[in-house]
């Protein structure tokens, strides 16, 4: 089993800056990838970004350039610093990590919120 806790959300005026924390405990080993995946009421979730075991990172063009995800594994954390932040990044930020062996199987955080003000 793993568990993953996100914090750092909150509410910040639009142009303002966040950093979410997302902390791995449990049978860490398990895990190779790790992201961010995004839902606002009434929208699929969205997937803000991606990192892989060796560093790799990846994102849509709505946050690109602006939201930056990197781990420590040292630290079993998983990080996105946001920056200059919009109405319409407003939304329930979730943590997720890909099981290294069984493709599918995905483990999810609990979620933290994020508001962004104009």
């Known amino acids: 089993q793993v568990q993953l806790v996100e914090s750092g959300g909150g509410l910040v005026q639009a142009g303002g800056s966040l950093r979410l924390s997302c902390v791995a405990s449990?049978?860490?080993?398990?895990?190779?990838?790790m992201g961010w995946y995004r839902q606002a009421p009434g929208n699929q979730r969205e997937k803000v970004a991606g990192?892989?075991?060796?560093?790799?990172?990846n994102y849509p063009d709505s946050v690109k350039g602006r939201f930056t995800i990197s781990r420590d594994n040292t630290k079993n954390t998983l990080y996105l610093q946001m920056n200059s932040l919009k109405p319409e990044d407003t939304a329930v930020y979730y943590c997720?990590?890909?099981?290294?062996?069984?493709?599918?199987?995905?483990?999810w955080g609990q979620g933290t919120q994020v508001t962004v003000s104009s």
């Open positions: 990192i892989s075991s060796g560093g790799s990172t």
């Open positions: 997720y990590a890909n099981d290294r062996d069984i493709p599918g199987k995905d483990y």
């Open positions: 449990g049978r860490i080993f398990r895990i190779n990838a």
